[in-house]
């Protein structure tokens, strides 16, 4: 046995490890007994203790130093090992086990908090929260700027600087494409009548089908918020069901696909390995983004759903499939970024990485959060936010502590932008499959190109070699454009 075979069989240990306490998770919110809740904290903070305990074990060091395999696999395995086991010596245990208590319970604190409209009651495990992730990332960035650190847990190698830049390029156009479509003439129809749930689960579990999802490898469930969970050989999604909105259920479920997807590509070599998971938070959404918006609201796919939709729901109001298409991307002011629409969905992201930036640097206490918030809404949306639960308690990341990781959204977006274009110069009958309901063209050249990799290339590059040029912004931008544009015929 050389030191890399030792390395590497630790590490499985501990990425199987790893998968048992994310199942843990999974079970947690969809079939745990609610009476169970205690108890699952209590087991859920002894297996991060033993993770912990192994991810900053000093025999790493030693093996990671006799370490030089010759193969471009074994140094992208060596390589995320070494970056993993130096972000968990940087951060002290007792910091590390004091950020897990917190914010456990600081999330229940949050969903109490936003069911009252109550942000006092929020406040003081927010600045706690706040505190805690402002000390590790001091740790961790060592003189560089903390909220870099805390943005390559979730996109390596992206800095803030580099995302305001991107998204000063990207708010002009998208201001002057939600200016036009509010104010075209040319309104599309709303989804209106009552749709069982049954059927919408039915048909959920046949797009998951249809977009090739592994029923082998994988299972759907129920769950308040919509999710996905897990690596290798299984990986399962959850959705949720509105009587009055069924597109919630369908595009949560192919937007959940698209990750499962992800993780269910990657080659099975790297299974229980770092290499075996999707290598960061903004390629992940690329792909659950790219499923769900430029295939899965696109005017082809579109067109197939229609008729499914009608089978099995009859008449609901919307005769055509080019209405349907419109109706599946209506864009309407709202508060709410979980239910944007592709055009305002970005700059719910600008705001939000506005706001944790000045969170992170100490230019903006706490307390002054929801006035900074409700007066940036106002500014980016011409809304006034009518209660908390619409403002700055809507959203669960920041109870937790996910400082760094919103603008992997709009990243999601950017690189799912420059996919979509490359997807469409390789498989010139795209839309002729699509509107057969047949994604295997798109999601085939998506498996080969890009999900195959895993963790083997950084998140810039495995889209650079997946496109054939660097990431930008443009792509999405013209995709939103023409899209918007033909829908609200601008
Ligand atoms: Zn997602």
């Known amino acids: 046995m050389t030191a890399y075979d030792d390395l590497m069989a630790f590490q499985r240990q501990t990425e199987a490890l790893a998968q048992v306490a994310g199942r843990l998770g999974w079970d947690q919110e969809t079939m745990m007994p609610r009476g169970a809740a205690e108890q699952r904290s209590e087991e859920l903070a002894a297996m991060e203790g033993v993770l912990h305990a192994r991810r900053t074990d000093p025999r790493i060091a030693d093996w990671l130093a006799a370490s030089d395999p010759a193969d471009p696999v074994g140094r992208a395995q060596v390589r995320l090992i070494r970056r993993s086991y130096d972000r968990a010596v940087k ?5 590390a086990e004091e950020i897990a208590r917190v914010t456990s319970v600081a999330q229940g604190i949050w969903a109490g908090a936003r069911a009252a409209d109550d942000v006092a009651a929020f406040l003081p495990v927010l600045t706690e929260v706040i505190g805690l992730r402002r000390e590790e990332a001091a740790c961790l960035a060592r003189g560089g700027d903390p909220y870099d650190a805390l943005i390559d847990d979730y996109e390596p190698g992206m800095t803030a600087v580099d ?10 156009r998208l201001v002057a494409l939600r200016a036009a479509v509010l104010a075209s003439p040319h309104q599309p129809q709303p989804l209106e009548g009552h749709f069982g749930t049954e059927a919408q689960l039915r048909l959920a579990r046949d797009l998951a089908t249809a977009f090739g999802y592994n029923w082998d490898n994988g299972r759907l469930d129920l769950a308040v918020h919509p999710f996905s969970s897990g690596s290798g050989a299984d990986v399962r999604i959850t959705t949720r069901v509105v009587e009055t909105d ?3 259920c369908l595009y949560s479920t192919i937007h959940e696909v698209g990750h499962a997807c992800y993780e269910l590509g990657i080659d099975p070599d790297y299974a229980l390995t770092p290499l075996g998971s999707g290598v960061s938070m903004g ?11 430029q295939l899965g609201r696109g005017r082809a796919f579109t067109g197939w759903l229609h008729g499914q939709m009608r089978d099995r729901f009859g008449d609901f109001g919307i005769a055509s499939p080019d209405a349907f298409h419109g109706t599946v991307n209506r864009v309407r002011p709202g508060y709410i970024r979980t239910e944007a629409d592709e055009v305002q969905y970005n700059l719910h992201i600008m705001m939000r990485f506005d706001l944790e930036r000045a969170l992170m640097r100490g230019d903006l206490a706490p307390r002054d959060l929801e006035a900074a918030w409700n007066d940036r809404f106002l500014a980016d949306f011409g809304v006034a936010v009518d209660r908390p639960s619409h403002g700055m308690l809507q959203d669960v990341h920041w109870s937790v502590g996910l400082f760094g990781y919103f603008p992997t959204y709009a990243l999601g977006n950017i ?9 469409r110069a390789a498989v010139p009958d795209l839309d002729a499959q699509l509107a057969q ?4 063209g798109a999601t085939g050249w998506l498996r080969e190109n890009l999900q195959r990799h895993g963790g083997l290339y950084a998140p810039r590059e495995v889209v ?3 496109c054939g040029f660097a990431p930008t912004e443009g792509p999405l931008l013209d995709y939103l454009e023409a899209k918007f544009g033909e829908i609200y015929r601008l």
């Open 464 to 466: 650079t070699r997946a």
């Open 163 to 172: 995302i305001g830049a991107l998204f000063d390029r990207m708010r002009p």
């Open 91 to 95: 951060v002290p245990a007792r910091l």
């Open 437 to 440: 309901g047949d994604t295997s």
């Open 283 to 293: 390629v992940h959404e690329s792909q659950s983004r790219i499923y769900e918006n």
């Open 415 to 423: 690189y799912a932008g420059c996919l979509y274009q490359a997807l």
């Open 246 to 248: 069924p597109f919630n």
